[in-house]
Structure formats: C-alpha cells, structure tokens
Nanobody, 120 residues
Framework: QVRLVESGGGLVQPGGSLRLSCAAS????????MAWYRQAPGKQRELVAD???????DYADFVEGRFTISRDNAKKTVDLQLNSLKPEDTAVYFC??????????????WGQGTQVTVSS
C-alpha cells in the first residue's frame, strides 16, 4: 500500500554531481525519518544520510561534506544532492522511510533503488 520511488541516478564523471529524489505515495499517514542508503556490488547496504521529520540531518563519515539531504513534507519527498562524486560512490542508492500508514502501521519502507555510476 505504500510505495517509495527513487529517481535521478545515472552516469557521471568523477567530480560531477547528481541529485536523487524519492517520493512516498499510497497509504501514507505520516512520514517520520527519511534516509538514503547505498549498496555497491558484493557489499552490504550502508546508510548515507538521514533526515528527521523536522529537518535534523545526519551523514555517514564517507560523505565528507559532499552530499546534502533534504525533504519536503508536503510533497512527501526526500532528495540527496551528490557533489564531488568519486568512483567509490558508485552504488545503487535506496530511499528509506519510516512511515505510519493509514491503518496505523509503523514500519520502514524501501524504494527499488537508483543506480549511480561514477566513472570517466
């Protein structure tokens, strides 16, 4: 009943930028924390950044000031601005959100992922 859809991934050169977006839809009553994770081939999924319902943000150490997470509560979206991209940033980026559904179920949801490839 709840759906998260990511967009904005693609191929970019080292040092380039991308902006990822994620929209929640369906039986959404309230969206709590939203986050971006990523998973490279053969590696475990890892947290990139998260943002609370009120805009408080946290970033993984590897971000090193290069990324910015933001959200629009009215649109039920979360974005991740990726700057100064490195080849090691190559991964599938997943949107995650803790959502209270219209049936009052509080649980995490995941998007299908969007591919970010950083290569010359």
């Amino acid at each position: 009943q709840v759906r998260l859809v990511e967009s904005g991934g693609g191929l970019v050169q080292p040092g380039g930028s991308l902006r990822l977006s994620c929209a929640a839809s369906g039986s959404v009553f309230r969206v709590y924390t939203m986050a971006w994770y990523r998973q490279a081939p053969g590696k475990q999924r890892e947290l990139v950044a998260d943002i609370s319902e009120y805009g408080r943000t946290d970033y993984a150490d590897f971000v090193e000031g290069r990324f910015t997470i933001s959200r629009d509560n009215a649109k039920k979206t979360v974005d991740l601005q990726l700057n100064s991209l490195k080849p090691e940033d190559t991964a599938v980026y997943f949107c995650n959100a803790q959502i209270l559904t219209t049936t009052l179920r509080d649980e995490p949801y995941w998007g299908q992922g969007t591919q970010v490839t950083v290569s010359s």
